[in-house]
């Protein structure tokens, strides 16, 4: 049974920065997409950034320039950096795995930028 296990969330000012690690317990055979959603209160999920290929990456525009995705296949693990954090980054964030059979979700972790 694969887990995508999430580290690194918390409380910070707004400015400051913080680190996001997501590990795959179990092995996931072909990994194509790793990556990172985002959900605010009363808000849709949407995609914060996302590694294809282990390569090629994809970031919204609201974290272009200030969050970093990066990924170790041969651990599957995945990492966000993110810096310069805003008030409006404060969300639940969810790692998320696609490979060639299905797609994994980890539990989420709270990141809250205070103003």
């Known amino acids: 049974q694969v887990q995508l296990v999430e580290s690194g969330g918390g409380l910070v000012q707004a400015g400051g920065s913080l680190r996001l690690s997501c590990a795959a317990s179990g092995s996931i055979f072909r990994i194509n997409v790793m990556g990172w959603y985002r959900q605010a209160p009363g808000k849709q999920r949407e995609l914060v950034a996302n590694i294809i290929s282990g390569s090629r990456t994809n970031y919204a525009d609201s974290v272009k320039g200030r969050f970093t995705i990066s990924g170790d296949n041969a651990r599957n693990t995945v990492y966000l950096q993110m810096n310069s954090l805003k008030p409006e980054d404060t969300a639940v964030y969810y790692c998320?795995?696609?490979?060639?059979?299905?797609?994994?979700w980890g539990q989420g972790t709270q990141v809250t930028v205070s103003s």
């Open positions: 998320n795995v696609l490979s060639t059979v299905r797609e994994y």
